[in-house]
């Protein structure tokens, strides 16, 4: 091979590579066949002891994982994960991140090994067509994502990946990018969506802690008028949260926790079912309230 003809075919290598990691990705993605689409999920996970503690939330968590196919790979969208930018996991074995203080060491102590998937992760990013979404290789699975999965798959079989939440972006801007995940659905891949639809520590009672059912008024307001709103199927309103009122104020003084709930309904198809479940407060400030749609 003279010069000439050695740069002429190192030029195309690139290119070659792209090419077959393209391949390779389609592959993949072909495989990914589920025989149903996949419903979407948002579970109000509420405090982290959920996740080592035997409580009605936890059971319906538990009967929701029951009702389901067993899916090819989970997708989280956690309200624990916020980021300049979209990312998504992207490492072979993510870490049980324990970010939280205060709590017992039983629940440090937890370990959730389910396995990440570096091709899923390309899956996500290839299939968002609207921005650049990066690849992550730091952050594994907050509590947000482990302390409810691990209810739904105890034996941590199913591959997880995170997509982080952008704090740049508008709630109209976090909807229109749920949709774009719709295909995945079609591909056997659970798209979840972890937080909490009332979440106001600071207004929280703690004595009332434990107590079921104990809701602030505002609280109970704001929930009830969101439920009326899923039930309709408008969600222009929820979009529009800010513009709901003092009840949506004090349930929702800061986003993370409620745009969770924006990227599964979202995902709703216009003839697909919705279930309500674990439609409960807790603490005055709080409420558990979840979502099966499909």
Request: hydrophobic share 45%.
């Amino acid at each position: 091979m003279n010069r000439k003809q050695f740069l002429a075919a190192a030029a195309t290598l690139p290119l070659a590579g792209a090419a077959m990691k393209l391949k390779s990705l389609n592959k993949f993605i072909a495989g990914l066949d589920a025989s149903s689409t996949m419903p979407v999920l948002f579970l109000g996970h509420g405090s982290p002891m959920n996740a080592i503690e035997e409580n009605e939330f936890v059971q319906g968590f538990r009967n929701i994982g029951s009702e389901i196919e067993k899916p090819k790979a989970i997708l989280v969208i956690s309200a624990h994960w916020e980021t300049r930018g979209t990312f998504v996991t992207a490492m072979e074995n993510p870490a049980t991140i324990h970010d939280f203080g205060g709590f017992p060491q039983a629940l440090f102590d937890v370990q959730y090994p389910a396995p990440g998937s570096p091709d899923v992760a390309e899956a996500v990013k290839e299939t968002i067509k609207s921005k650049e979404v990066h690849l992550d290789d730091k952050w594994g699975l907050d509590h947000g994502s482990w302390s409810v999965v691990k209810h739904l798959y105890p034996n941590a079989d199913v591959p997880i990946i995170q997509m982080s939440i952008d704090y740049s972006m508008s709630p109209a801007q976090h909807y229109a990018l749920a949709k774009e995940l719709a295909g995945l659905r079609k591909k056997g891949v659970l798209i979840i969506g972890s937080g909490n639809n009332v979440h106001n520590l600071r207004m929280v009672s703690w004595q009332h802690l434990n107590t079921v059912g104990y809701a602030f008024d505002w609280a109970k307001e704001a929930n009830e008028k969101m439920k009326g709103y899923i039930l309709d199927r408008n969600h222009q309103p929820l979009i529009d949260f800010h513009k709901q009122g003092r009840a949506f104020e004090l349930a929702i003084p800061t986003p993370e926790h409620y745009l969770p709930m924006i990227y599964a309904l979202a995902l709703q198809d216009k003839n697909e079912d919705l279930v309500i479940f674990n439609d409960e407060a807790v603490a005055g400030a709080l409420t558990m309230t979840s979502l099966k749609i499909g």
